[in-house]
């Protein structure tokens, strides 16, 4: 097995990384192992000069700075684990340094704005009960899409208002709203069971072939639901999960809570949210202060 499969098997065993992780550190392995065998250079025998080269490499193909530093940083993944593995004496990549992006805060919805965008399905046919659940339930627990499309029946508990995500090999559960319960149990109950194709089937959310809900599919109806509703910010899952964590750091949720919540494993990842949060402060404070 090469150094390249051997490391997907890493990625996805022992690390029980997701499945966009692993295409990401991926395609940015296999662009650099590309790179070196047109400089006929071993995987193996890559030295920092090599990957300092690859990096203006890519500056001179246009690449901007994020993409330049996410490249490192899994090449200095893969080149760590090839070490730990005895491939290699040293990670080539492991000092290599580029320059500093300049980390942006990401957008979130006001709570009108989240209003707004949850009043557009219409619950006058199959479509807008599912897509009103779905929803729902996207930003009452702010989870990623992935496992949106991932959950089974099994992982709702309505009568707790409980909803169990199992990802990354870690099993977490959120509490839902009401209104998140309410459109939930009016689409389990006249809605999905008309949709589906196979009885067996456990996805909890399916698209009307009655079939599990696509990434895509899911990506589309936000879209649209974003332009029937008129707001011009755009629009994605991310959004919906930022503004949920934003908005729970706004009404006095503690980090920590939120944390566990989002499933992240480290609470820096949580603490951009006190970053959006003081500069939404900051930026009502200098238009709302007689002196500022």
């Not at 199959?126 to 659940?133: E, F, P, T, V």
């Not at 959950?151 to 409980?162: A, E, M, Q, R």
Request: some cysteine.
């Amino acid at each position: 097995m090469d150094e390249t499969a051997l490391y997907e098997a890493y990625l996805r065993g022992e690390k029980g990384a997701s499945q966009n992780t692993v295409s990401s550190y991926l395609r940015d392995v296999n662009q650099f192992t590309s790179w070196l065998r047109g400089e006929k250079i071993a995987v193996t025998k890559a030295k920092p000069a090599d990957v300092e080269r690859y990096t203006r490499h890519l500056v001179g193909a246009g690449k901007s700075p994020a993409t330049v530093t996410r490249s490192v940083a899994s090449l200095k993944s893969f080149y760590g684990f090839l070490q730990r593995e005895g491939r290699v004496s040293s990670n080539c990549a492991r000092f290599v340094t580029t320059d500093k992006v300049e980390r942006k805060l990401p957008q979130i919805l006001t709570g009108k704005e989240v209003e707004l965008f949850l009043e557009q399905p219409q619950c006058v046919d199959a479509k807008g009960y599912r897509d009103k659940a779905m929803l729902e339930l996207l930003y009452a627990t702010g989870i990623r899409v992935t496992e949106l499309i991932d959950l089974d029946v099994d992982d709702l508990n309505l009568s707790t208002g409980l909803l169990r995500c199992v990802s990354r090999g870690k099993e977490r559960f959120i509490p839902i709203y009401p209104a998140a319960v309410v459109a939930l149990s009016e689409y389990l109950k006249k809605i999905r069971p008309q949709l589906l194709e196979d009885p067996e089937n456990k996805a909890l959310f399916v698209n009307m072939s009655g079939e599990r809900m696509s990434r895509q599919g899911f990506w589309k109806l936000i879209k649209h639901y974003q332009e029937t509703a008129g707001i011009k910010k755009e629009i994605t899952p991310q959004t919906l999960r930022h503004s949920f964590a934003a908005h729970l750091l706004e009404n006095g949720a503690d980090l920590k809570s939120i944390q566990e919540m989002l499933g992240h494993a480290d609470i820096s990842s949580t603490q951009i949210y006190t970053h959006l949060v003081g500069q939404k402060l900051k930026d009502v404070y200098a238009k709302a202060h007689p002196r500022a």
